[in-house]
């Protein structure tokens, strides 16, 4: 069974950065593309970063500049590096991955870590 576990979420002031990581298992050949996702309270699950094994990213304007996805595909890991973190990033950030191309829907999840910026 793919198992995707995330970690390094927790509370941090605006300004303060977090790296969170995700390790993949149980599948026998790496995921083409791994994700993040967050979803706050009352709000919808959105896209944080994508990248393919190539290298081949995704995001939204939002991160730009502030935050960074990469993977170690040795380890099979994908990280979110989170710079300048503000309040309204608060939210459980999701580990996601599938073996379609960056556009495609994925179909495994992890369970999600907390990140939560104070003001």
């Known amino acids: 069974q793919v198992q995707l576990v995330e970690s390094g979420g927790g509370l941090v002031q605006a300004g303060g950065s977090l790296r969170l990581s995700c390790v993949a298992t149980?599948?026998?050949?790496?995921?083409?593309?791994m994700a993040w996702y967050r979803q706050a309270p009352g709000k919808r699950r959105e896209l944080v970063a994508a990248?393919?094994?190539?290298?081949?990213?995704n995001w939204p304007d939002s991160v730009k500049g502030r935050f960074t996805i990469s993977r170690d595909n040795a380890k099979s890991t994908v990280y979110l590096q989170m710079n300048s973190l503000k309040p309204e990033d608060t939210a459980v950030y999701y580990c996601?991955?599938?073996?379609?191309?960056?556009?495609?829907?994925?179909?495994?999840w992890g369970q999600g870590t907390q990140v939560t910026v104070s003001s």
């Open positions: 990248i393919t094994g190539s290298g081949l990213t």
């Open positions: 149980g599948s026998r050949f790496r995921f083409n593309t």
């Open positions: 996601n991955a599938g073996e379609g191309n960056i556009y495609d829907l994925r179909p495994y």
